[in-house]
Each structure stands twice: as structure tokens, then as C-alpha cells.
């Protein structure tokens, strides 16, 4: 890990601390302005506390989606002890996240699945919000589905319309390239999904890719040349 990434999660896992204690002052609860940032930045600062604690449980250099998506998970589903949330990995050997964009991705999964928790009504009607990591080419795709929630008619993440703080975030720290991020309504009475799809430079090819890729372009080169 780069010293600057590791004393810039230092600081953070310090404030996650913080506000931990500040969550526990029962002065805290009776303002509910108060309580509803501090239990944001909390989830926030968690998602970054997630990250450190894999680099430390783990030792490696680099960390793949299919490492960090569950630890979000499980951190939210722990915050959200009364909404289900169902995760599934149908590409369990995704290539690693380019160092610098580690934290800031996990904090833009994390307000995703955070925003698909705020505006689900699975507390309702039993049905999870549902965080899937897959294939998606030369890269992975999580797929965040919300089961009755809605999107505005005024929403345009794009444009920055009908953005709360949570998706401001997200769009101040998308990359510029090799990030992908579409939300729709779920046709029928209700539902929304968000594709968040990374390629590189956010991750790096893997080896295997990076081959097919390389076979594939001299296949078809092959074949104009004899032409």
C-alpha cells in the first residue's frame, strides 16, 4: 500500500472512531438532524474502515471487488439490522481496483446501496435489496436492485437533478474513465436498478483478459490481411 493512501485511511478509520463515540452520547439522539449526518458519515467512514481492516486481514497489495462488495454488505447490513439485503457473486475472480480509486469506490458502492436501503420499502414486503457482482465483458458490473422504490420523474444523475447528498457524493467521485453508472425504474408497480460498470484504468485486466483480448485483435487482424 502507498504511505499516502495508508495515513489518508489512517485519519479516516481515526473519525470513524469519532463518531462512533459521538453515536453513543445519548445527547446525540435527541437532536435528529444531528443523529441522521452522524449515522451517514458513519456508513461512510465504515465503508473506508472496511477497506483498512481488508488490507490488514489480508496483507495483499491489491483488493478485488468480490473482497470488498461483501464487506460493505455485511457493515450496512449490520447498521440496517432490520432490512435484508442479498448479495451474489456470479464472478468470483474479478481483476484487482486500481489503488487510487479503492476508497473512492468503495464509498460510491456504499452510497448506492445506502440510497437503494433509503428509498425501498423492503421493510414492507420482505423482499431484499439485492447487490450482485457479475461479468461484464473486459470488466465487472454490480448491479443494485431496490424492490419498490422509485426514481422521480425529475431524477437525472447526469445532469445533477434530483440529486440528495448521498448521490452528489457519488458523482463528485465517479471516475471520469472507465466508470459506467445507469439508474432505471424497474418496469411494472415499482423497483429501480443501478449498473455501475468498471473497466480500466478503475481496474486493472487480468492476465487472461488481457491474452483473449490480445488473440482476439491479431485474429481479426489476421484476417483483413488476408484480404
Do not use: C, W
Not at 71 to 78: A, E, K, N, W, Y
Amino acid at each position: 500500500m502507498k504511505e499516502s493512501l495508508r495515513l489518508k485511511l489512517t485519519e479516516l478509520v481515526e473519525r470513524h472512531e469519532e463518531v462512533a463515540r459521538l453515536l453513543g452520547d445519548p445527547a446525540a439522539t435527541k437532536d435528529k438532524d444531528r443523529f441522521r449526518e452522524l449515522s451517514k458519515e458513519y456508513s461512510r467512514l465504515d465503508a473506508v474502515a472496511s477497506v483498512h481492516g481488508l488490507y490488514g486481514a489480508t496483507g495483499e497489495r491489491e483488493l478485488r471487488l468480490e473482497q470488498i462488495i461483501p464487506r460493505l454488505v455485511s457493515s450496512l447490513q449490520s447498521f440496517h439490522d432490520h432490512l435484508p439485503l442479498r448479495l451474489s457473486v456470479s464472478n468470483p475472480d474479478s481483476a484487482p481496483v486500481s489503488e487510487n480509486e479503492i476508497v473512492p469506490l468503495a464509498l460510491i458502492i456504499n452510497e448506492l446501496i445506502m440510497n437503494a436501503i433509503k428509498h425501498s420499502r423492503a421493510t414492507v414486503d420482505g423482499h431484499p435489496v439485492e447487490v450482485a457482482l457479475e461479468g461484464a465483458g473486459n470488466g465487472v458490473r454490480i448491479v443494485i436492485r431496490s424492490p419498490l422504490g422509485r426514481f422521480p420523474r425529475d431524477f437525472n444523475f447526469d445532469a445533477g437533478a434530483g440529486l440528495g447528498s448521498g448521490l452528489s457524493l457519488v458523482k463528485s467521485l465517479l471516475p471520469p474513465d472507465g466508470a459506467l453508472l445507469r439508474f432505471e425504474n424497474a418496469p411494472g408497480p415499482g423497483g429501480t436498478r443501478v449498473e455501475l460498470t468498471l473497466r480500466p484504468p478503475v481496474i486493472a485486466l487480468s492476465p487472461a483478459v488481457t491474452s483473449s483480448t490480445i488473440a482476439a485483435r491479431e485474429s481479426v487482424h489476421g484476417a483483413h490481411s488476408d484480404h
